[in-house]
């Protein structure tokens, strides 16, 4: 195998690639054992998603918020921290910008970075709860953060059903005003995807080129070590569950502002805090992946919709498909290492 | 006297489930296996129970389906996690991914499109009949505990004994803080967190169908709602240890029962805020009593023969 060949295959996004093709064949003989034509299903998923320019536009409106909510958790995931609470810093965000957007008056664009700035700040606090309680009590983050979830989704409902909120005799709350919106025009495009790819590339130069984020990967990689050379390893849990809670927080905000416009009654989780979890793992952690992979996870979603209606396969084959995936990259380091012997072997083939 | 054996009875039920998902994990990260995977687990027991009782018209056979289920469905992350050493959160994501996609698939395939099942047999109560007509009047008569009930608080004094007082428990506690040294003294490591590790697919199997054999009788996608990821916080609250575990499911279970009786009418705090009180009390306890966490020092890491 040449050198160039070597390369490529041994680079992350190749084990990737090759998890999503495994998945999706995977996936695709299930379908086949329960009777559906899978070339056909997934020949209406790809149209389902990309076959308009409506339909394209949709998959980047939907991506936003799980571009943000893995970006969430990527970064919590760089410094060390299992992020599952990006549901209910998510959640957070929702309600600070329902409450702000309908029960203050302020000029247009200044409305709609206020509401943004004070999600992200009240987000931000409801994820440093659980970065303090590890920080100063050692307590597992991933148990604090599932029980603020929950606190997060009963709060949502106990706001909704306040009466200066809710739309009498229905359960949604009041729509925020014009001036909170982020669409243009009077349509449905809006800025959110644009506010998503701004953060990704602040979080981008934040953890590569700062000192501040050197410090979060130095925790994240080896705490006993950043310890020693100096780095307060329990501030820094503070701070990145902080920031991962303030991305969060930013994604339900811009989810409400920008397409939502008003709470409804939840029966259980959207979902968004999970599908975070594969879409950082799918960027293999990278901010700037997580466009991608939010993209990607926003296509397939959108044409699965349109897949159920054409051919009456069920849209959740795509949470199998994604589980696959995921199952997939954990496993990752085995065909990395058969590359690795295969190459070898080559080599010494040559070598005699 | 009538309210207390309700609140017991309460109490047993919300504590149940957690306590097959939760024991389960006490055996899996024991051994040094994380398991975050008990979510994806129960879902998919839940439907298995449902759906095997529905067409077999046998909770117990619907039960035991469901056990066998999770360990399939876990033997996935054991693969991964145990063989390829993969990353123990990643791979058990994957299954909380795969096992709610699976339940609705299947539930859609089996039940004409529909995510619900219809209504299945439910596991038999442990106070027949005729003694309920003999207690009739008496408070007794609301002592309504399904047989499930029984299984898990077995099942805690059984994992106790085998844990503390057997050659096989002192095995898995090892393999959990020093896989190495065990492997020295000649027991298969790989073996025995793959025995745990499905041991643990079968509790959380358990735990799922008793959610929709006993509490419900039908599976939805919102049977489990989260429960084997309170179960994973029971885990760690009750120090990995199985009688620790007990403890925290019934005060979780407690708590949960509290919101039933203290929500009803005139209540004088709004119903949706006194929902958020176990969620609220779990974390005030484990701010207030467990302190560091006494994790098992080799949860979470892949074991590699001969590494350093």
């Known amino acids: 195998m040449s050198k160039r060949y070597k390369k490529f295959f041994s680079k992350p996004y190749f084990s990737i690639l090759f998890a999503i093709i495994l998945g999706f064949f995977v996936g695709g003989i299930f379908l086949y054992c329960c009777n559906y034509n899978p070339i056909a299903s997934y020949g209406a998923l790809f149209r389902g998603a990309f076959s308009k320019p409506k339909y394209i536009l949709d998959v980047f409106i939907q991506s936003t918020p799980i571009i943000l909510t893995g970006l969430s958790v990527a970064f919590a995931f760089k410094s060390g921290l299992f992020n599952i609470g990006a549901e209910g810093q998510y959640i957070m965000g929702v309600v600070v910008a329902t409450i702000l957007g309908t029960q203050i008056k302020l000029p247009p664009v200044i409305h709609f970075l206020f509401i943004l700035f004070m999600a992200m700040l009240v987000s931000g606090l409801w994820g440093a709860i659980a970065g303090f309680l590890k920080a100063k009590f050692g307590i597992n983050e991933v148990v604090t953060s599932i029980m603020l979830n929950w606190i997060a989704f009963y709060f949502y409902r106990y706001i909704l059903f306040k009466p200066w909120i809710k739309v009498k005799g229905l359960a949604v709350s009041k729509a925020i005003c014009e001036s909170a919106r982020g669409t243009l025009f009077k349509t449905n495009i809006n800025i959110g995807f644009f506010v998503a790819v701004i953060a990704v590339l602040v979080i981008h130069y934040l953890l590569y080129k700062t000192t501040k984020g050197f410090e979060f990967r130095a925790v994240g990689q080896n705490p006993e070590a950043a310890r020693f050379v100096g780095i307060n390893v329990k501030s820094n849990t503070i701070i990145s569950m902080f920031i991962a809670g303030a991305i969060a927080g930013l994604s339900g905000a811009l989810r409400l502002t920008c397409s939502e416009f008003r709470m409804t009654n939840l029966a259980e989780f959207e979902g968004y805090g999970l599908k975070g979890i594969y879409v950082a793992l799918v960027a293999d952690c990278s901010p700037i992946g997580c466009v991608f992979s939010g993209l990607f996870f926003s296509a397939i979603r959108s044409g699965s919709i349109s897949m159920q209606i054409d051919l009456k396969t069920p849209c959740e084959i795509i949470n199998i498909i994604t589980g696959l995936i995921v199952f997939f990259i954990s496993i990752s380091v085995v065909y990395r290492r058969l590359i690795a012997k295969i190459s070898k072997t080559r080599q010494e083939k040559i070598h005699e | 006297m009538n309210n207390i054996i309700l609140i017991l009875t309460g109490t047993l039920m919300h504590a149940t489930p957690l306590l097959f998902a939760a ?68 791979s058990g994501t994957a299954i909380n991914f795969l096992g709610p996609g699976l339940s609705l698939l299947l539930a859609k395939k089996m039940f004409n499109g529909s995510a619900l099942s219809p209504t299945a047999p439910k596991l038999p109560i442990l106070i027949t009949k005729s003694l309920t007509e003999k207690w009739r009047g008496t408070p007794l008569e609301n002592l309504n505990i399904s047989v499930g009930v029984v299984i898990a608080f077995a099942l805690v004094v059984l994992i106790w004994f085998l844990f503390y007082r057997t050659k096989w428990g002192l095995r898995i506690l090892a393999t959990g803080q020093h896989p190495a040294a065990v492997d020295t003294l000649g027991v298969n490591v790989y073996v025995m967190r793959y025995i745990c590790v499905i041991c643990s697919g079968v509790l959380a199997g358990f735990g799922g169908a008793f959610m929709s054999l006993s509490v419900t009788s039908s599976f939805s996608p919102s049977t489990v709602c989260g429960q084997g990821f309170i179960a994973l916080a029971a885990v760690i609250f009750g120090k990995w240890t199985p009688h620790g575990v007990m403890f925290s499911c019934l005060l979780f279970g407690f708590a949960k029962e509290c919101t039933t009786i203290l929500g009803g009418e005139g209540a004088f705090i709004p119903p949706v805020l006194l929902e958020m009180f176990p969620y609220v009390l779990t974390i005030l306890v484990l701010v207030l009593f467990v302190g560091k966490s006494s994790v098992p020092k080799a949860n979470g890491v892949p074991y590699l023969r001969g590494a350093r």
Not at chain 2, 57 to 62: F, P
């Open chain 2, 23 to 90: 024991l389960g994990g006490v055996i899996s990260e024991s051994s040094g296996v994380m398991n975050i995977a008990l979510e994806g687990v129960m879902t998919f027991g839940a439907f298995t129970g449902a759906a095997v009782a529905y067409v077999t018209n046998n909770a117990w056979l619907g039960f035991f389906m469901a056990g066998l289920a999770g360990a399939l469905l876990i033997s996935l992350h054991a693969i991964a996690s145990i063989t390829f050493r993969a990353d123990q959160t990643i």
